[in-house]
């Protein structure tokens, strides 16, 4: 097959056509859909270039100019138009079938409704157009179909007109006044459970709130409009930004590529992100809820009203809007929870995707396929680059920078390099040498080394910075790092608490008048995306353990305390030795079990110990067969040194209605397990009585270290229970595909053909075998190679099914420069069968050449 060629940032050119207007007249039909795209085109610039639109998979009925029948040619994805016209009414007539459209891009059925994803290219899959970020138009939209079975037709803006047609069928008219790209046009049609509300904004404008979800779940929709409305109120008080329709949208659906679409005034919704009861949904799921729901909504301002001239600057909206839900989580909830679960996903998937084949600078410089920049490093680590901006501009000046852009460019798509001039240009705060974060990727490493005169009262801290060679680039020029750190006494009191300024590739920075050797609490609340390399003791890590301000800083110090211990003992095995912890370990995690100022819900992240897979990113080579005793070993050493403990605090809050003591309760039943297997008695108990979803699926997250009578029993009580509600039995499908058990491969293949499982399904995919390669990480690394295969043959299926989903589950198995030689042999075995596919997508094609190279 020809080679995908790439796009490159540096090749960008200003359109040479716009579109103000356009309307759009669908005939639904499952098969044959037909669509009149109604456009007015100008020409921008001197010159005589043909009009050149691009399609995907469409049938081209018709194309007129002003009119008249129109000259073109119909090339490999494009629509050439020759018109001398500098200005003209172009009508475009394409037919689709949206049922077979499994890629779930474009228009698609979705459980018996029509729903659309556009972005990032998916517009062309609708009509021909300039399908491009930086061409904003006005939108309005006619939607035809049967009323019966399509009693609601829904698409951006204000409904402006409905009404009875002939043969049962019915109209509505939509129109959005506010100019947009093509990736934010959305389309919803089916029959919906429907709950309504309204909010009132700070300038006494009343908007229309709807939730639509599927027959059957209008209970499950209260909480995702509780949160949309927590949502407008939170974004008009803490940063001034008013909603701006007269109605707004939800629409969940099962079938759907990613979490949540923020198209203007309907946003489409993963279900997962909307449906939630007690029954059947977690603590975790209300928080993701609220969060993403959040999200799309923050997305208003932050991606619709300014959005991006391009995609090379996606991180212009994600980073900005993830960070904004960030904030929005953290004001509303736990400030130090929400920043530990942000840490880890920087460390525990970004850091991996930085020092693997496809790292990238959070505005990359070059693609393929732009799906696959839907990236950790584009959301979170652009998140962490926004936060830095915050923490080096202080809120007042971040908040001036805020309204600054938004006065420049409301109703503009621009690009990284505004929203940093606004906050340059705002706060006077010079950001020139801080843009390279956009543009340079993988993480910087920072070694830190500390010197104390005794006799001066000086300590000092040299500071040395390097980001290690990535793909696209060997040499890195020194970041800005905002570095947060607190000196602690030995009784635990702070004599110095700030951030420093770290510009240069070594700086050496001195505290003067201190009066005895401090304990340094370094890159508090991870104030930058940096690999700290610092040789703590275990006594300094206790204290901070006790000690530090930040609550993040504990828990920072915990997972130190637990990596050194499990890193130490994977040398021990490599060199033959017996295995050992130290006692003042077993000490400092007995501590925080019996705290009692502790907030619950930090304990339950402190005894939540690393997982093999955040172990194995420590590390740039790493002995799995020994990690894999090391780790057992300082689990059970914990675990079984605070037995005592852990069952007394597991009863005294078995009966606590409260999302932060279920969270503490149940790490606690997790670690008795690793005690004991007569702790099963006490799951049994929990699922069988349990009265919510994160209590019956603690219970069996705790039995499912190994197949056994009770945990088979209870997975099987479990399916007869939920086997009608799609959700719950994705997480069914995921606690197989995490069992620690070497039969649980087979047991998965023999899932394929479980009514739960379905290939077309994304969710599907995502729980069963997405969640096996990215959480099972010593049966996906088995080696025998057997993980391996199994992921590869469920990709190369996907590949024509699914190209999307099979990319981004694809991803353990591209990261294979940390192991062994002959596990990575294996590896690229796979990816080798993967590469050999006729017709392989671009999305896989991309991914698995740069692996490979």
């Known amino acids: ?66 009119g008249n029948k129109a000259e073109y040619q119909l090339l490999a994805g494009e629509l050439v ?42 517009f062309r899959r609708i009509t021909y157009f300039l399908d491009r970020p930086d061409v904003l138009a006005i939108y309005t939209v006619r939607v035809e179909a049967d009323r019966q079975a399509f009693p609601y037709l829904l698409s951006n803006g204000n409904l402006i007109d409905s009404g009875e047609l002939q043969g049962g069928r019915h109209y509505a008219k939509w129109h959005d006044p506010f100019p947009k790209p093509a990736y934010l046009f959305a389309l919803v049609a089916g029959d919906f459970d429907l709950l309504e509300d309204k909010f009132t904004t700070c300038n006494q404008r009343e908007v229309k709130l709807q939730v639509f979800v599927d027959k059957g779940n209008l209970s499950k929709a209260h909480h995702a409009m509780a949160s949309l409305k927590k949502s407008m109120t ?298 700290l390399n610092f040789n703590y003791s275990v006594e300094q890590l206790v204290h901070i353990m006790r000690f530090a301000t930040s609550e993040v800083a504990k828990w920072e110090a915990s997972v130190s305390l637990f990596s050194q211990s499990v890193w130490q003992n994977v040398e021990r095995l490599q060199n033959n030795q017996s295995m050992y912890i130290d006692p003042r370990i077993l000490d400092a995690f007995k501590g925080v079990i019996l705290a009692q100022d502790l907030d619950k819900a930090l304990m339950a992240e402190i005894l939540t110990l690393a997982s093999a897979s955040s172990l194995i990113e420590q590390k740039d080579a790493v002995d799995l067969d020994s990690l894999a005793l090391a780790r057992e070993f300082v689990v059970f050493e914990v675990a079984s040194d605070c037995e005592d403990e852990l069952l007394a605090r597991f009863r005294e809050l078995e009966k606590v209605d409260d999302a932060a003591a279920r969270a503490l309760k149940n790490i606690c039943l997790s670690l008795l397990l690793k005690v004991e297997q007569s702790y099963a008695a006490l799951a049994k108990q929990q699922f069988q009585s349990a009265e919510n979803m994160t209590d019956s699926l603690a219970a069996l997250s705790a039995l499912n270290s190994e197949s056994s009578l009770i945990r088979d029993e209870l997975m099987s009580q479990f399916e007869r229970q939920w ?62 190679g057997v993980g391996y295969q199994f992921l590869a043959d469920a990709i190369i299926k996907l590949n024509s099914v699914n190209p999307q989903v099979a990319a981004r589950i694809i991803t ?38 740069k692996a490979l190279a």
């Not at 394409?94 to 891009?105: G, H, R, Y």
């Not at 649980?744 to 994304?762: D, G, K, M, Y």
């Not at 042999?825 to 796979?830: E, L, R, S, T, V």
């Open 234 to 531: 939170w974004d008009e008080s803490r940063f001034n930004l008013e909603y701006d329709l007269d109605i707004y949208m939800i629409v969940a659906v099962d079938f759907f590529n990613m979490g949540a679409m923020e198209n203007k005034g309907l946003n489409v919704f993963n279900t997962k992100f909307v449906l939630a009861d007690k029954a059947s949904a977690t603590d975790d799921d209300y928080h993701g809820i609220e969060s993403v729901v959040g999200h799309e909504y923050f997305h208003n301002w932050t991606g619709n009203r300014v959005t991006c001239r391009d995609w090379f600057q996606l991180s212009l909206k994600e980073g900005l809007t993830v960070f904004r839900d960030q904030e929005f989580s953290s004001d509303l909830g736990s400030r130090a929870v929400n920043r530990i679960h942000a840490i880890k996903a920087i460390k525990n998937q970004q850091f991996a995707e930085d020092s693997g084949p496809m790292a990238h600078p959070i505005r990359p410089e070059s693609v393929i396929e732009m799906n696959n920049f839907y990236t950790v490093t584009v959301y979170n680590k652009g998140a962490e680059v926004i936060r830095m901006m915050h923490t080096l501009l202080g809120e007042a000046a971040f908040q001036q920078g805020m309204k600054l852009y938004f006065e420049r460019h409301d109703g503009q798509a621009v690009t990284c390099d505004d929203f940093v001039a606004a906050m340059q240009d705002a706060s006077e705060v010079d950001l020139t040498q801080f843009k390279r974060w956009y543009s340079q990727a993988g993480t910087p490493q920072v070694d830190v080394k500390e010197h104390y005169d005794e006799q001066a009262h000086v300590y000092q801290l040299t500071l040395s910075q390097m980001t290690p060679a990535t793909p696209d680039k060997a040499e890195k020029q020194p970041l800005h790092i905002p570095f947060d750190i607190e000196l602690l006494d030995v009784d635990g009191d702070t004599v110095f608490n700030r951030v420093l300024d770290f510009t240069e590739e070594t700086q050496v920075f001195t505290f003067d008048g201190i009066k005895q050797k401090p304990i340094p609490s370094l890159l508090q609340n991870f104030s930058a995306p940096v690999k």
């Open 723 to 784: 086997i009608d509600t799609p959700l719950v039995m994705d997480k069914w499908l995921v606690l197989h595909a995490t069992l620690a058990c070497s039969k649980c491969i087979n047991q998965l293949q023999s899932l394929f053909e479980h009514e739960a499982f379905s290939f077309n399904n994304p969710n599907r995919v995502r729980s069963l075998i997405g969640a096996f390669a990215a959480g099972n990480t010593f049966e996906f690394h088995r080696k025998d």
């Open 812 to 849: 353990p198995l591209i990261q294979f420069k940390k192991f062994d030689a002959t596990r990575q042999a294996m590896m690229k075995q796979q990816l080798q069968r993967i590469l050999a596919v006729e017709e392989l997508s671009k999305d896989l094609y991309e991914k698995v050449t």
């Open 81 to 122: 138009i020759d018109t001398a016209l500098d200005n003209f009414e172009l009508q475009i007539i394409t037919q689709l079938d949206p049922e077979a459209n499994s890629s779930l891009e474009g228009l698609y059925m979705s459980d018996g409704a029509y729903c659309t994803q556009c972005e990032a290219e998916g």
């Open 1 to 66: 097959m020809s080679q995908p060629q790439a796009k490159f940032l540096r090749d960008y050119q200003k359109p040479k056509f716009k579109i103000s207007h356009i309307d759009l007249d669908f005939t639904l039909a499952q098969k044959q859909t037909q669509v009149v795209a109604t456009s007015k085109v100008f020409r921008q610039g001197h010159h005589q270039e043909p009009l050149v639109l691009v399609g995907d998979e469409l049938t081209l009925l018709s194309v007129m100019i002003n």
